[in-house]
């Protein structure tokens, strides 16, 4: 199994940049599709962005295609989420998640391990 910790959440305001990370441990990183999600208050968690196991593939959003960019390093174990031109419909706690199943997937239920979100909000 891996252990997830996300980290770079805060406040900003529309129009600017944050940049999140997500820690992985445990069982080699490579092994796991990776991506990002996130749940607005009262909403249902979403689909941001995902990356496959060494980072040739990447699939986003409709919501965030052209501002956001995930990447990964995998010598550092480590998951990133670029976020540019944030909205204030960007608001909500973002997840990082990993998948070992065989291809990159955007559903919730294919995703086998989870970390403990950080907040990020965008003021208008």
């Known amino acids: 199994q891996v252990q997830l910790v996300e980290s770079g959440g805060g406040s900003v305001q529309a129009g600017g940049s944050m940049r999140l990370s997500c820690a992985a441990s445990?069982?080699?990183?490579?092994?796991?599709?990776m991506g990002w999600f996130r749940q607005a208050p009262g909403k249902e968690r979403e689909f941001v962005a995902v990356?496959?196991?060494?980072?040739?593939?990447?699939y986003y959003a409709d919501s965030v295609k052209g501002r956001f960019t995930i990447s990964r390093d995998n010598a550092k174990n480590t998951l990133y989420l670029q976020m540019n031109s944030l909205k204030a419909e960007d608001t909500g706690v973002y997840y990082c998640?990993?998948?070992?199943?065989?291809?990159?997937?955007?559903?919730?239920?294919?995703?086998?391990?989870w970390g403990q979100g950080t907040q990020v909000t965008v003021s208008s």
């Open positions: 998640a990993a998948s070992a199943r065989v291809g990159v997937s955007g559903e919730y239920s294919k995703y086998d391990y």
């Open positions: 445990g069982r080699t990183f490579t092994t796991y599709h």
């Open positions: 990356i496959g196991r060494i980072g040739g593939i990447t």
